[in-house]
């Protein structure tokens, strides 16, 4: 009996595809099956909103574990397609637009998005969001007036926002910076809007406030640091969150490493906060760039702004001299933060 042509023709077209088209596909079909419980879920009636919201959010966590594991093409063109099955000007569009920022490869990609939901999505809960890494992005580059008026119009548009008290942590060191003694003001009101367990902002904003006079008083405040500048965003792979043990650079203008004395049972320990950026590519080339230099960077943070940190000491004076090593050696702003034990 022979065998049917075109049967034969499919089996050597099966063996002789590469093993590596085999994989895209089968990430594809994935794609399209995750868009397609996406545009389901979007066409539900009105009252399985809470269903739909927690599909939607589902998806994008997907996405960004994808990016994460360094499969950013693929991770990226899941959250494109769930923003065009999303209806122009819907809250499913406003949150398809951040999540595509927030893993976006560049700056530039980013800004755009999250300016489309700042001038077109200004009634979404995202639009406080958007601001604050705008204000983010803008500080990271250098421009730091440009950042000031993101948080102006963050707190004037958008004051019931869960962005503001970061927003005002920012603005305020930022007006200190530049000598400006209102900062101190917008840093007392911020410290108004924290919110029940946002631990490491209230730590920040103690920190920074200890800089700033008592109500009344005449001498001026004194300078705070601000978010360092990152480096040119990079396409890389984001490093896991909480990297291993940290070792600690040496307070001399050398990045050297010690191990730190372990804390007592139950204490916090603290770290060095070198910046805050809005897009995993960002954070991957700083740390990789700290770490080329002996630090012992890494990530913090599974969602933007991703904060990056060097070092785990069990005491404030031993991160204290870390900092002043750091600042003397690399002549770059950073400020410490209390991080739980890791």
């Known amino acids: 009996m022979h065998e049917v042509p075109h049967l034969v023709a499919k089996h050597v077209v099966r063996r002789a595809m590469p093993r590596a088209m085999t994989r895209v ?47 950013g093409t693929e991770g990226r063109a899941l959250v494109d397609s769930m923003l065009n099955a999303a209806e122009p000007r819907s809250p499913e569009e406003a949150e398809a637009l951040f999540w595509r920022a927030t893993l976006a490869e ?22 406080g969001d958007a601001m604050l890494r705008l204000a983010q992005g803008e500080a990271a580059r250098g421009d730091r007036d440009a950042a000031v008026r993101y948080l102006e119009r963050l707190a004037r548009e958008s004051p019931e ?29 911020g410290r108004a809007l924290v919110r029940a367990g946002q631990v490491e902002i209230e730590n920040q904003y103690e920190y920074v406030l200890r800089g700033c006079p008592e109500p009344g008083a005449e001498p001026p405040p004194v300078i705070a640091p601000a978010p360092a500048s ?14 291993a043990p940290a070792r600690v650079p040496a307070a001399s203008s050398a990045p050297a490493t010690a191990t730190a004395a ?33 630090y012992d960077a890494r990530v913090d943070g599974s969602a933007a702004p991703y904060r990056i940190r060097f070092g785990r000491f069990p ?17 770059a702003a950073a400020f410490l933060v209390e991080v739980p034990r890791g």
């Open 25 to 71: 596909m089968t990430r594809t079909r994935g794609i399209i099956a995750a868009c397609a419980l996406f545009a389901a879920a979007t066409a539900a009636p009105a009252g399985a909103q809470a269903t739909r919201a927690d599909s939607a959010q589902a998806m994008f966590r997907r996405a960004q574990r994808m990016v994460n594991d360094g499969q």
């Open 106 to 127: 560049s700056w530039e990609g980013a800004q755009r998005d999250y300016l489309r939901i700042m001038l077109e999505h200004d009634r979404s809960p995202r639009a």
């Open 161 to 189: 926002s869960g962005a503001r008290a970061e927003g005002a942590l920012w603005q305020g060191r930022l007006l200190i910076e530049r000598g400006d003694r209102s900062g101190c003001a917008v840093l007392r009101d």
């Open 230 to 243: 990152a480096p040119a965003p990079v396409a890389v792979r984001t490093p896991a969150r909480d990297s």
């Open 262 to 294: 372990p804390a007592p049972g139950g204490a916090p320990m603290w770290s060095v906060q070198v910046a805050a950026v809005s897009t995993t590519a960002e954070a991957a080339a700083l740390v990789k760039r700290l770490r080329d230099r002996g």
């Open 315 to 331: 005491t404030r004076a031993a991160a204290s001299a870390a900092l002043d090593g750091y600042k003397t050696k690399e002549k």
